[in-house]
T-cell receptor
Framework: GAVVSQHPSWVICKSGTSVKIECRSL??????MFWYRQFPKQSLMLMAT?????????EQGVEKDKFLINHASLTLSTLTVTSAHPEDSSFYIC????????????FGQGTRLTVV | AQKITQTQPGMFVQEKEAVTLDCTYD???????LFWYKQPSSGEMIFLIY??????QNATEGRYSLNFQKARKSANLVISASQLGDSAMYFC????????????FGTGTRLLVSP
């Protein structure tokens, strides 16, 4: 299957700082990327959908000014958690799909964020 | 709106036995896809199997098969000949085949395979 690389795999940051997470499609062009958040022992909850070259579409209840998403190229999307707080500690995982073919979305390895 | 329901928070199975993980869904879309993913403790999401709403036959991928009953809106995953490495969280997901085609996940089932 296609490869999606997410970086970093884990990060610890101080309250009030910002953290950027990258999601790259390595061997295909991802016209659409999705960002999910998963709290311990819970399911994946979609945060936003990003399309290359346009503004992200956020799910209800997700603060767009806090979770900045940029999808500037067909192989890279970034999620920036701004002014992080301990309650933002979670597992963040991206997925990407090839817009040309109706296939499954491929997932990155995930990023475990801990805000202290 | 789309909704996925997994009613089994946890399942136990002995090695080499078969196990069925339940999934029901609700949608008004005529065209959709159903997926199963495995999530080990490392957190990665591993794609297992896909079933399209118009597919006439149940999907199979090695030891995984999907028991698709469209009228009952169920898409149960059957794992045959369970292995210790199958112990993980399993998520059922649905995707409408229009628009952004985002995945909506169920709450998951934790499978534990014992020797």
């Amino acid at each position: 299957g296609a490869v999606v690389s997410q970086h970093p795999s884990w990060v610890i940051c101080k309250s009030g700082t910002s953290v950027k997470i990258e999601c790259r499609s390595l061997d295909f062009q991802a016209t659409t990327m999705f960002w999910y958040r998963q709290f311990p022992k819970q399911s994946l909850m979609l945060m936003a959908t990003s399309n290359e070259g346009s503004k992200a579409t956020y799910e209800q209840g997700v603060e767009k000014d806090k979770f900045l998403i940029n999808h500037a190229s067909l192989t890279l999307s970034t999620l920036t958690v701004t002014s992080a707080h301990p309650e933002d500690s979670s597992f963040y995982i991206c997925s990407a799909r090839d817009g040309q073919v109706n296939t499954e979305a491929f997932f990155g390895q995930g990023t475990r964020l801990t805000v202290v | 709106a789309q909704k996925i329901t997994q009613t089994q928070p946890g399942m136990f199975v002995q090695e080499k036995e078969a196990v069925t993980l339940d999934c029901t869904y609700d949608t008004s879309d005529p065209s959709y896809g159903l997926f199963w993913y495995k999530q080990p403790s490392s957190g990665e999401m591993i794609f297992l199997i896909y079933q399209g709403s118009y597919d006439q036959q149940n999907a199979t991928e090695g030891r995984y098969s999907l028991n698709f009953q469209k009228a009952r809106k169920s898409a149960n995953l059957v794992i045959s000949a369970s292995q210790l490495g199958d112990s993980a969280m399993y998520f059922c997901a649905m995707r409408r085949n229009t628009g952004f085609q985002k995945l909506v996940f169920g709450t998951g089932t934790r499978l534990l395979v014992s020797p």
